[in-house]
């Protein structure tokens, strides 16, 4: 994501924008280590590194953005009452300290994000950015067709309707079905309350996507770093 240099200086607390503008004409600004006087220089935010007088401005704690293949039997929770293993404790080796945007219970593996950016992890999270995520399920019994329209009009569970989710029907087994479910909240438990509500307990679950964010052939307990075009992605589709 690049924005204008001195809207960048500006929100960083060099200076207002016209003082930021006077600087970079009077040749005091470097990006990356190249001097810039070119008011309509655009930057990436996230990685540009920027000197005034020689001075580092941006933030000297680099941005990290991982992709993990969570495990059943760890927690997304930074710290744990019961002692129990921690997403971090698999990305430990990284040397910086990240926090996961948002969560996946104890008992479900899968797709899980982790970053020590906010901003990111705010657009991600926020409810009105309706980000979509796609789990396979495996649950008890045979899902018929008819779930697929319930599931597309919303469920009551607990106190509350849940929004339009998409349940498709992959396979069926001989004492239960593999579909996949896509929505766009993330309610505690909410995928298995779901489907508790029409009669068919999950008996396991992963996460597969957010948005067009896959795990592709990722093993389970495996991470790794995002690339550009993944973390711009992730921005765009939590609305700039």
Known sequence: MEERLQKVMAELGVASRRKCEELILQGRVKVNGQT????????DKQNAVIHVDDIQITNKTDKVYILLNKPIGY??????????????????????????????????????????????????????????????????????????????????????????????????????????????????RQVRKMCDAIGHKVVALKRMSIGSLMLNDLKTGQWRYLNNDEIEYLYSIGGQ
Do not use: M
Request: glycine content about 8%.
């Open 36 to 43: 810039v006087t070119e008011l309509g220089t655009k930057v």
């Open 75 to 188: 927690i997304t929770s930074v710290q744990d009452q019961f002692d129990r293993p921690t997403v971090l404790d698999l990305v430990s080796e990284i040397g910086v300290r990240v926090y996961p945007v948002g969560r996946l219970d104890y008992d479900t593996e899968g797709l899980l994000i982790l970053t020590n950016d906010g901003d990111l992890t705010y657009k991600i999270t926020h409810p009105r950015h309706n980000v979509t995520k796609t789990y396979t399920a495996r649950v008890s019994g045979h899902v018929s067709e008819d779930a697929i329209e319930i599931f597309k009009k919303g469920i009551f569970i607990e106190d509350y309707k849940t929004a339009p989710a998409k349940l498709e029907i992959i396979k069926y087994l001989d004492n239960g079905t593999i579909v996949n479910i896509t929505i766009h909240e993330g309610k505690n």
